[in-house]
Nanobody
């Protein structure tokens, strides 16, 4: 059974760092792009970063450029989201997701087929 399970969220102060993990099971991670999305209270879910099957990165959110990094460890079937210099505006539930393609394509949530349950990130000021 295909599963995506996020972990690593929590409460952090402004300027702090967190590393989120997305553990994949039920499929071969090497073959698929994996996306990170986030959804803040009262806002639409937005694409953040994507790691293609080949490891190339696509950024969908200008606000995280230079602060967030996506990486993958195919041997461990895990994708990571490294978040630095966190701001209160980064407070959201963070989700990893997958569609059926190897490259990173649209960062729109409606194009994803599989989702994790999400992990809460709260940044205090």
């Amino acid at each position: 059974q295909l599963q995506l399970v996020e972990s690593g969220g929590g409460l952090v102060k402004r300027g702090g760092s967190l590393r989120l993990s997305c553990a994949a099971s039920g499929f071969t991670l090497d073959y698929y792009a994996i996306y990170w999305f986030r959804q803040a209270p009262g806002k639409e879910r937005e694409g953040v970063l994507c790691s293609s099957a080949s490891g190339a990165t696509t950024n969908y959110a200008d606000s995280v450029k230079g602060r967030f990094t996506i990486s993958r460890d195919n041997a461990k079937s895990t994708v990571f989201l490294e978040m630095n210099s966190l701001e209160p505006e980064d407070t959201a539930v963070y989700y990893c997701a997958r569609n059926t393609f190897r490259p990173c394509l649209s960062g729109r949530s409606e194009t994803m087929r599989y989702w994790g349950q999400g992990t809460q990130v709260t940044v205090s000021s």
